[in-house]
């Protein structure tokens, strides 16, 4: 017998059921006498629409394990979800094992929710083009929702996601959520002012507060077995595997033509580029570009990454200073460079200073022993150890400046005349 009808008001809204959850648990109402029901009401894009949620203290505590399936069981398109999941809590909160029936469930009901977030985050195009870019998708609104810091991050540059029934814009600093719209029938040049137009008109509606983010958690198996390296990016940006995602902005991926059969491996993303979401684009990136064009090469014809995926920094007032990777960072970020060099195939992979040469050639190194050679890899290509441009910005003197910039931009004609060899 239902005795409690709860009413969210969006698919989306993660706390306010989280919080009548807490509140029925508290007052002992059974999940079966609970009927949960999704109604927008008229006003949910208005810009003042609040709601007042109840408030109850804590009666279950959920393990750790259990608690990172439930934004994704939540997105869920299975019409029994938030039932199962107020389920799991009464049977915590009873002290009752979990049938494994409904663990099993739980699992697979998460894994389809971040399959569909996997697929939605492979459709945004990296932030090599600043201009804005529309993302048109049949996702569930929910679904969108839960990616919006994802999918941010994977394009810190502006995009709009359109919808059936959702608009979500990320204007460069501000998300702005907005009902559906697919805009078939108006001409390219006015879609992106009136989506905008109407994902802003929903914009600091307190309904989004709620919202709960899907996230990937990606283990060294389901890195090794990505198959494009726009899953893998699309992964990457939930990589939590070692400490370096917590005070670092976003991972930073490779970028550039997959095709290219050159592959540029730089040491981790600097400020700039920690900002950005794109590898070397700051000022050891610009010394790259230049060398690059002078050795009659280009960036936008080879793929340019980092060992190390996270920009490691120590806070010192309000710059953040470069800090080396150790052996443990690159060995704990070595499964995203394993598999992007394995989908990339390239015929020569350039080392650019003493941290990509040590992740590539499995051991320590010393530049000025090994560079300027071929060097024969375990995979039938070819590699070559250079200096890492940062260490010409940090040279005293013109002269030496002059000097290894030259030997510098040798290398690099060395590694394009190898790929044309
Ligand atoms: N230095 C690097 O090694 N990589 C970058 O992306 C930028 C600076």
């Known amino acids: 017998m239902i005795r409690e009808t709860v009413t969210l008001s969006t698919a989306s809204d993660f706390s306010g059921w989280r919080a009548w959850a807490r509140k029925l648990l508290h007052d002992k109402v059974s999940a079966e006498s609970i009927q949960w029901i999704v109604e927008a009401p008229p006003s949910l894009y ?4 609040t709601r007042s949620l109840p408030t109850a203290p804590s009666t279950t505590s959920l393990p750790r394990a259990l608690a990172a399936l439930f934004p994704a069981v939540f997105v869920s398109e299975d019409p029994d979800r938030l039932h199962l999941l107020y389920l799991t809590l009464q049977t915590l909160r009873d002290g009752l094992p ?5 663990t099993e469930r739980l699992r697979r009901l998460a894994a389809e929710s971040r399959a569909r977030a996997l697929d939605l985050r492979c459709q945004m195009p990296d932030a090599s083009h600043p201009e804005w870019q529309i993302i048109r998708t049949s996702h569930a609104a929910s679904l969108i929702d839960s990616q919006a810091d994802a999918l941010s991050n994977l394009r810190p540059t502006p995009w709009i996601v359109m919808a059936p029934e959702r608009t979500l814009c990320w204007d460069g600093r501000n998300y702005h959520f907005g009902p559906g719209f697919t805009g078939h029938d108006l001409p390219p040049s006015k879609l992106i002012d009136t989506a905008r137009g109407l994902a802003t008109a929903g914009s600091g509606n307190a309904w989004w507060d709620g919202i709960a983010p899907v996230r990937l958690h990606p283990i060294p198996e389901d890195i090794a077995t990505s198959r494009s390296l726009t899953s ?3 992964k990457a940006i939930d990589c939590q595997m070692c400490d370096l995602c917590k005070p670092a902005t976003r991972t930073v991926s490779g970028e550039g033509n997959p095709k290219a059969g050159i592959l540029f491996i730089g040491e981790q993303p600097g400020d700039q580029e920690d900002l950005q979401g794109r590898p070397f684009v700051g000022p050891a990136g610009q010394l790259f570009d230049r060398a690059l064009r002078e050795a009659g090469g280009n960036r936008t014809e080879a793929w340019i990454t980092n060992a190390v995926k996270h920009f490691k920094f120590t806070p010192k007032g309000n710059r953040r200073i470069h800090q080396k990777p150790d ?4 060995t704990a970020c070595s499964p995203w460079l394993v598999t992007e060099r394995r989908i990339l195939a390239p015929k020569v992979t350039v080392m650019l200073g003493v941290t990509a040469a040590s992740a590539v050639l499995g051991r320590s190194v010393t530049v000025s022993r090994e ?3 071929p060097i024969p890899l375990k ?7 250079t ?9 005293p003197d013109e002269e030496s400046k002059a000097r290894e910039y030259t030997k510098f931009v040798n290398d690099l004609r060395m590694a394009i005349s190898t790929l044309a060899g």
């Open 46 to 49: 208005a810009p003042s629409a």
């Open 98 to 102: 979990l049938p494994d029936e409904l």
């Open 379 to 385: 995979d039938g290509s070819i590699g070559l150890v």
């Open 387 to 395: 200096v890492h441009p940062s260490y010409l910005l940090r040279l």
């Open 327 to 330: 052996a443990s960072d690159i």
């Open 232 to 234: 893998l990016r699309a």
């Open 371 to 373: 560079r300027s050679r």
